[in-house]
Structures are given as structure tokens and as C-alpha cells.
């Protein structure tokens, strides 16, 4: 299999378009399923938000450059913009969601970049934001 990178905008690395992994593939099917909007964080273009898209779930995106999201919004179709919410800007400080109103949260290949108390801080945060018994999902 070939792998294909997007360069980001903001140099942080690039954005992995292929096969999906397990914990995406796992995260997209749990978001299918959710009573409440799921959140990608470090999405860069979205990797699972049109996949749920598509399939009619509700999405929040985040990534630390704008622009990014921007791009994935224009790559919306029209009529499925509505369950897409932005959010541009750091997990560890920069962006808030109202606690208990996520149903999942996939966090991937984004904690390389940070320190072991930023991860729980991260982590606490997350935790924080979920519904009970919501879900996270981690890969790097």
C-alpha cells in the first residue's frame, strides 16, 4: 500500500490520506452510533469527518491552523455543512467544548507533539467533555 501525505499549511507535518487505521475506522463507526456530536482533534483537512459526514452523524473538527478547516468546510457538500462544526485552535488551551456534549473524541497521531503532563492535561480535558460513558480514541 502506498502511503499518501498532505503537506500542512503550518508546517506541522502532514496529514496521512489512505486506508484508514483501526482506531479511525473504529471511531467513524462509534460516531454512526452517538447520541451527541463527536469531536477530531489535529484534523488538519479531516480524515473522519466526512466519512461520518456522509453517513449523516454530526462532527466538530479541530485543528490548530484555520485555514485548514476552511478548506475541509469548502469540500463540504451544502446540504451536510450543517452537522460540521469548526474549531480552530490548541486542545491543551485554546478551545472549549461544554462539558458532557461529546459522545467520542478521536485524538489522532497529535500527542507526539507534546510533553507527559501536556497529554494529561489533555487527557482531563477530554474526559471532561464527554457524556458518561463516552469514548476516546488515541493513535499515533
Not at 456522509?54 to 469548502?74: A, F, K, P, S
Amino acid at each position: 500500500m502506498e502511503i499518501k501525505l498532505v503537506p500542512t499549511l503550518n508546517n506541522m507535518g502532514w496529514m496521512i490520506a489512505q486506508e484508514l487505521d483501526t482506531y479511525t475506522e473504529a471511531f467513524i463507526h462509534y460516531a454512526l452510533t452517538a447520541n451527541k456530536p463527536v469531536l477530531e482533534v489535529g484534523a488538519a483537512y479531516g480524515v473522519a469527518a466526512p466519512r461520518i459526514l456522509q453517513q449523516g452523524g454530526r462532527v466538530i473538527v479541530n485543528d490548530l491552523d484555520g485555514r485548514h478547516l476552511e478548506t475541509l468546510y469548502q469540500h463540504t457538500p451544502p446540504h451536510l455543512q450543517p452537522n460540521l462544526q469548526l474549531l480552530a485552535g490548541s486542545c491543551v488551551d485554546e478551545i472549549e467544548v461544554e462539558d458532557g456534549n461529546l459522545s467520542a473524541i478521536l485524538c489522532g497521531r497529535v500527542f507526539h507533539f507534546f510533553d507527559t503532563e501536556t497529554i494529561a492535561l489533555c487527557l482531563a480535558r477530554f474526559a471532561r467533555w464527554l457524556e458518561p460513558n463516552g469514548k476516546n480514541f488515541h493513535c499515533c
